[in-house]
């Protein structure tokens, strides 16, 4: 069983520093193509980071040159490093895993909150 734990969200200020947290368990992280997705009041869920099993990383637009996705191996953990926060980053932050079941489609976790307000 797949379990991923979200953490480190909270309040930030504009131009601010946070750094999300995604514990997984049941899978090494090294292993899967693993992501944050975030869904803000309104909107749709996007993936805004990913990260292969072979290190590379994509982002979405909006957050490029500000969020920075990792993982450290040795914690089982994958990271969003967000700088440079700015309000429209405001949203419920869900660590993903691609998986096959049924389907190839991503899982989440519970998410995180952030809120981006000065």
């Known amino acids: 069983q797949v379990q991923l734990v979200e953490s480190g969200g909270g309040l930030g200020q504009p131009g601010g520093s946070l750094r999300l947290s995604c514990a997984a368990s049941?899978?090494?992280?090294?292993?899967?193509?693993m992501g944050w997705y975030r869904q803000a009041p309104g909107k749709q869920r996007e993936l805004v980071a990913g990260?292969?099993?072979?290190?590379?990383?994509t982002y979405v637009d909006s957050i490029k040159g500000r969020f920075s996705i990792s993982r450290d191996d040795a914690k089982n953990t994958v990271y969003l490093q967000m700088n440079s926060l700015k309000p429209e980053d405001t949203a419920v932050y869900y660590c993903?895993?691609?998986?096959?079941?049924?389907?190839?489609?991503?899982?989440w976790g519970q998410g995180t909150q952030v809120t981006v307000s000065s």
């Open positions: 993903s895993v691609t998986m096959y079941r049924s389907g190839w489609r991503d899982y």
């Open positions: 990260i292969t099993s072979s290190g590379t990383t």
């Open positions: 049941g899978i090494l992280v090294s292993l899967y193509r």
